[in-house]
């Protein structure tokens, strides 16, 4: 199993952080659409390292247009000489309207048709297929010799894969269809996965016509509470359940929680969610709930339980721990992942 990182922080540091992630042995470095633009860090990162992949997880594909996300990915695949993952995901009507100023509508189709359509450009940039694609939502029918990038930049790797991230089963079923790998939202339990999210998957492969799941990858984020001792653990715990009300509290979340029969959680935390009652909403997240969503253990217990859950489904993990561990302890459970 692959182990993945956050490339989190200051752009200033990105560099300096992949070389970090990339010399204690993880596999992937991923940033996010946060506070800041998502692929400036993976331009520095990818000139400061050799081996480790380089992903977006996720950038937001309404926010921009096929062609965009064409010529950024196509330059962080070359940059990178082959190690750059495009992900991809769609957020939620309000901040594609309200915060990007952006189109909302069918999301599931319209993601569909944007990878189509980025891919088509792909295939004319490295073909030299004619430009000819027109969709409902996006049109490319021209492109220049002044406006089109040498085949030869990305050399024998071709153009990156596209992952694409998703809860409910239309969006899961388009990453099936039309993807490379399929980006698991940290809201989520081995139960959703197993009984909602493979079978989603599984159908959008069946119709692109692909029988098996064969060299697809899923890659997993996962809660884990550790520590190095009872206090750390205590407040990993505390810490832990906080995301985790903050996530179920989302109306878009609520199918994860009804897998396990707590829909009316999702209610109750949504009611203290508009109050701002957010140290209560934590206080909802009982150990039953916690367990569910998280792992709950020591560092050496951490991977054995990963693979428990989760070794059959998916190729790569990734998880944040909120506190400060022995590095040498910390190497063991790294190697001890990867062995999945």
């Not at 939502?137 to 030869?152: G, N």
């Not at 929680?257 to 109750?268: A, M, R, Y």
């Not at 969503?293 to 428990?308: D, S």
Request: charged share 20%; aromatic share 10%; proline share 6%.
């Amino acid at each position: 199993m692959k182990i993945d990182s956050l490339l989190a922080g200051s752009i200033i540091e990105a560099g300096a952080t992949a070389a970090d992630l990339e010399a204690a042995g993880y596999s992937g470095a991923w940033s996010l659409e946060g506070p800041h633009d998502p692929f400036l860090p993976l331009a520095v990162a990818a000139a400061s390292t050799r081996e480790i992949e380089l992903g977006t997880a996720i950038a937001v594909a309404f926010a921009r247009n096929p062609m965009l996300l064409a010529n950024i990915g196509w330059d962080l695949q070359t940059l990178s000489q082959g190690r750059f993952v495009l992900g991809l995901g769609s957020q939620i009507k309000p901040h594609i309207t309200k915060r990007f100023s952006m189109e909302w509508s069918r999301p599931a189709a319209r993601m569909r048709e944007m990878v189509q359509a980025v891919r088509a450009i792909w295939d004319c940039w490295q073909s030299g297929t004619p430009l000819r694609f027109r969709g409902e939502f996006y049109r490319h029918t021209l492109m220049t010799p002044m406006f089109t990038p040498k085949a030869s930049d990305l050399g024998d790797s071709g153009p990156p894969p596209i992952y694409l991230a998703g809860v409910g089963p239309l969006m899961t079923e388009v990453a099936g269809e039309v993807c490379d790998g399929f980006l698991c939202h940290p809201f989520t339990t081995e139960k959703y996965l197993r009984e909602v999210t493979l079978p989603a998957l599984e159908r959008g492969r069946a119709t692109a016509g692909v029988a098996s799941m064969d060299g697809y990858e899923i890659a997993g984020p996962s809660f884990v509470v550790t520590g190095e001792n009872d206090e750390e653990i205590e407040g990993s715990k505390a810490f832990t359940r906080q995301q985790i009300a903050f996530y179920g509290s989302t109306p878009a979340y609520r199918p994860v929680l009804e897998v396990h029969g707590w829909g009316d959680l999702q209610t109750d935390l949504n009611t203290l969610s508009k109050r701002g009652q957010w140290v209560e909403m934590g206080n909802l997240i009982d150990d039953e709930v916690l367990n569910t969503f998280a792992v709950v253990a020591v560092p050496e217990e951490i991977a054995p339980e990963l693979g428990r859950r989760y070794g059959d489904i998916i190729s790569r993990i990734s998880f944040y721990v909120p506190v400060e561990g022995d590095p040498d302890r910390w190497q063991a459970v790294i190697a001890a992942i990867k062995a999945i």
